[in-house]
């Protein structure tokens, strides 16, 4: 961070700036004889900064572990990250990893300089590493002091623990997952054991897990460690999410439905309750039809979206889960309950019934992810209901919850997404009615088109 650079975007030598919105500086900061890299979020957005490694061409298994100091300053809604993205020697993308979807994981809030750690596995064939800082929200963060360091593994021998935590691990993917023949499972298991090592290191065994999880190539499956699985599940932290939005536009009500990323249960009631009322809200104006938009909606639990956005469905089944043995689940919502088969799973405090079905227009994206594309199935043959905008991201399998011996949970790709009617989907939901987005967004085509179909009902 001591160089300076007049040409350079970010003024700082070999430091790029690969993504900054409207009202996000990047750039250097000095405290003193101290020089930092500073991104300041005047308003929500992302601010990011990378800078290029080129290294000899990957053929084994190395951990790649990146450090640095960072300190946040009012910094809200997602927070401050490392950031890790690597390339082949065409120029292209392999894979990458930040510090998660989950928000405890990123530096939140006001805290002085902290030294965080990432580490993952080069995949193999990487010629290049980027190494970056990534800010998502209000507020502001400070970077310094990056450091990297690739570890190879040839030689290295598991023990005891190593060998408990991957067994078990490689025994859940062979009975559970959808892509177990993707992959030669002895080979992964060799190279996780390398991974996990022999200094009884529960860091290292994680990482093993992450890198199996990863190597099934279904870009679904993760691994929560046991002290994010308890944050997720808000035991002795804040939850933070965004509620839905909702407004009038013409005759029609709007809803905003986002992510929700979080298991914890007055969270999830309290999203679903509020998004009911939104409904209810609504209907008290007398709107004609409801836009459902799940645009940005890249998953996590969708128990709270189902259950709140339940007024505007049919109530019965509404989309299932088949898993590699074919057994078949059902998820469904009645009378303000949301469950699966025979399990009540979240039920909305004032359930709220609409007087009148209306027409339902459904809006998604490529960001439209996951438990957003469960939520998406959910109406698939709901009346008078059609979908407009891009096809989903693609995540259409059901990740099951498998508990490891020290309380990590395996999020395994193990079932396959299918909608009331019996159709399973194996990648992308294709809306019913594709639009194509201009660049500039000067007007929104999606949105404009479930206007035109909601004013001919």
């Known amino acids: 961070m001591e160089e300076g650079c007049d040409t350079c975007a970010t003024k700082l030598t070999g430091w790029s700036l690969s993504w900054a919105n409207a009202g996000v500086t990047c750039g250097p900061y000095t405290d003193g004889s101290e020089r930092s890299l500073l991104i300041d979020l005047a308003k929500e957005g992302v601010g990011f900064v990378e800078q290029a490694i080129s290294i000899v061409e990957v053929n084994e298994v190395i951990v790649f572990t990146l450090s640095a100091r960072v300190r946040v300053q009012e910094l809200s809604v997602k927070g401050a990250s490392l950031n890790v993205a690597c390339y082949d020697a065409s120029g292209n993308f392999l894979t990458n990893k930040d510090q998660g979807l989950f928000w405890y994981n990123w530096m939140q809030g006001t805290r002085p300089w902290e030294r965080r750690t990432l580490k993952f596995i080069l995949p193999e064939n990487t010629t290049q590493v980027k190494v970056g800082a990534i800010v998502k929200g209000t507020g502001k963060a400070w970077f310094d002091d990056f450091t990297v360091a690739f570890t190879p593994l040839a030689g290295r021998a598991p023990d005891e623990p190593a060998l408990a935590y991957v067994g078990a691990a490689l025994d859940t993917i062979l009975e559970h997952a959808l892509y177990r023949d993707s992959v030669d499972l002895e080979a992964l298991r060799a190279e996780a054991l390398l991974i996990a090592g022999g200094d009884n290191d529960a860091g290292d065994r994680h990482l093993a897990a992450e890198y199996m999880l990863q190597s099934l190539g279904d870009h679904h499956s993760f691994l929560m460690r046991p002290d994010e699985f308890k944050a997720w599940e808000n035991e002795g932290g804040d939850v933070a999410f965004k509620h839905a939005t909702h407004r009038q536009i013409e005759d029609y009500g709007y809803m905003l439905v986002p992510a929700f990323m979080s298991g914890d249960s007055l969270s999830m009631l309290a999203f679903a309750d509020s998004l009911q009322r939104s409904i209810a809200a609504l209907s008290g104006q007398g709107v004609r039809g409801w836009i459902v938009d799940l645009r940005q909606n890249t998953g996590g639990n969708m128990a709270p979206m189902v259950c709140g956005l ?17 057994t078949v689940e059902r998820w469904w919502y009645r009378d303000g309950v949301y469950g699966w088969d025979d399990e009540v799973v979240l039920r909305a405090s004032k359930p709220f019934v609409l007087p009148t079905p209306l027409p339902v227009a459904v809006l998604t994206s490529s960001q439209t992810g996951s438990s957003g594309e469960c939520t998406t199935i959910s109406f698939i043959g709901n009346p008078r209901t059609r979908s407009f905008g891009q096809a989903t991201w693609g995540l259409t399998t059901g ?50 088109a479930a206007l035109v179909w909601l004013r001919g009902q």
């Open 310 to 326: 339940g007024p505007v469905l049919k109530p019965g089944v509404l989309g299932t889960l088949t898993d590699v043995r074919g």
């Open 399 to 448: 990740n099951g919850q498998f508990a490891l011996g020290d309380g990590a949970q395996m999020f395994l790709a193990s079932a396959t997404m299918g909608d009331r009617n019996g159709k399973l989907f194996y990648g992308a939901i294709v809306p019913d009615e594709v639009v194509e987005q201009s660049e500039d967004w000067k007007y929104d085509a999606a949105l404009d």
